[in-house]
């Protein structure tokens, strides 16, 4: 009875497979068909507030876009490919929302194809600005400086095509730092700053190369050059002048830091306070500067307690905030450590760093587990130390982590031997 049962259940799951085997064709048949219906739509779209709803609407649905995009992309890579430069524009952007730069790349081009068709420069020069976005991204830095070497070679003096070749020039400059070729890159950019001596934003980027090649003083001068630059702009209106300049003068306070020039750097966060005197990230700065160096302690503190302050009245004032975002910013808590840490206050010391730990993303790096390890250390928690600077060493990522790294592997070996000669003692 039981083996009659048996067999008849196996004999209805091989009819049922047989069945789902031939349904999955006609299936995946009918699937394809409106993935090309849908895809072919796209073709439909006119108007910029359109083509911008239907790119957000792709990207909110991430697993639908990305078997429209790998259905559109085998239809763009046919004998005729079907797109028009909407549809294809929409395709792109969706593609690059999901990091799809393959993808991405193969509509832009799309793009540009049949912007040269209909001779419009503005499609044109927003297809090659996707392209060269999508290399760069990609980190295909040859193809990038080929697609930069098309521009340039681009007939017509319209304004959009100027434009474009402006992009291009300054993504030659980015991609040959990026590259390690940081003297071919700074050339080019004094080449650009002697055509077009106008345009501050060459100098702007300049003094990126120069700080990303680590090349502070240098950095440092060109920045408070272009903060005298940025004022002259007669396209620019005061507002927006001056957020820049403060952009560049906050950068201005890092780099004299880096180069260990204290006075500057605390005078440079000065400004920026009379400026703007609650600004969280302006406190905290300055706060632990001070208390890295030292220096007015208490006042330190005062700053520190205040950027957290101001922090939390801002995240009160998000309507937009997720209740897992709406948490003290480990920076700050890491700063606050640190001033107490200076003052002999280990046990709250030890809290904030604690805290600040908790973070799994702006918490977990090697300064805050170094400055936890010296607290531990201080207060006489010497295996409490030596697991933080352990774990200062496992989350290295950043170059500056990486320096951070090094000091504390030494401070590391310290500890474990004084641990192993006071386990010999005992």
């Avoid at 990026?178 to 080019?188: H, P």
């Avoid at 990126?208 to 005298?228: F, I, N, P, S, W």
């Amino acid at each position: 009875m039981h083996k009659r049962a048996g067999w008849h259940s196996i004999r209805l799951l091989v009819a049922a497979l047989a069945l789902v085997c031939f349904l999955l064709p006609s299936q995946a048949a009918d699937n394809n068909s409106a993935l090309k219906k849908r895809a072919l739509a796209l073709n439909e779209l006119t108007g910029n507030l359109p083509i911008e709803g239907e790119i957000q609407r792709l990207k909110a649905d991430k697993k639908a876009t990305k078997d429209l995009l790998h259905t559109a992309r085998e239809m763009a890579q046919g004998a005729n490919q079907p797109f028009n430069y909407n549809a294809a524009y929409v395709l792109a952007r969706a593609a690059e929302e999901l990091r799809d730069f393959d993808t991405s790349g193969v509509f832009y081009h799309i793009c540009i194809s049949e912007a040269k068709k209909v001779k419009s420069s503005h499609e044109l020069s927003l297809g090659y600005a996707g392209v060269l976005e999508v290399l760069y991204d990609a980190k295909k830095y040859d193809k990038a400086l080929e697609v930069c070497r098309e521009i340039l070679e681009l007939k017509g003096s319209g304004q959009y095509v100027r434009n474009l070749k402006t992009i291009a020039h300054k993504l030659q400059i980015q991609t040959l730092a990026k590259q390690g070729k940081i003297k071919d890159a700074l050339k080019l950019a004094d080449n650009q700053l002697a055509a077009t001596p106008d345009d501050w934003t060459f100098l702007e980027l300049k003094a990126v190369v120069l700080h990303d090649a680590g090349r502070d003083a240098e950095a440092a001068k060109t920045y408070e050059q272009l903060m005298e630059r940025i004022p002259k702009d007669p396209n620019l209106d005061k507002d927006t002048q001056d957020v820049l300049v403060a952009r560049c003068r906050y950068i201005l306070s890092g780099l004299y830091i880096d180069l260990d020039n204290v006075e500057q750097a605390v005078k440079q966060l000065k400004i920026l306070l009379e400026q703007r005197p609650n600004d969280p990230t302006y406190n905290n700065d300055l706060g632990y500067i001070w208390a890295d160096h030292n220096m007015n302690l208490a006042e330190a503190e005062r700053m520190i307690r205040k950027a957290l302050t101001e922090d939390r009245k801002r995240r009160r004032k998000d309507p937009d905030l997720m209740p897992i975002d709406d948490h003290d910013n480990a920076a700050y808590l890491d700063s606050l450590g640190w001033v107490l840490f200076k003052e002999h206050k280990y046990d709250e010391a030890i809290k904030n760093l604690v805290q600040a730990t908790a973070d799994q993303t702006e918490g977990q790096s090697s300064e805050i587990y170094d400055h936890l390890g010296e607290v531990y250390m201080a207060d006489g928690k010497r295996s409490e130390a030596i697991a933080a600077w352990k774990k200062a060493i496992q989350v290295a990522k950043t170059k500056r982590d990486q320096k951070i790294k090094a000091r504390v592997e030494k401070k590391l070996k310290q500890a474990e031997q004084a641990k192993v000669s006071a386990s010999k003692q005992d």
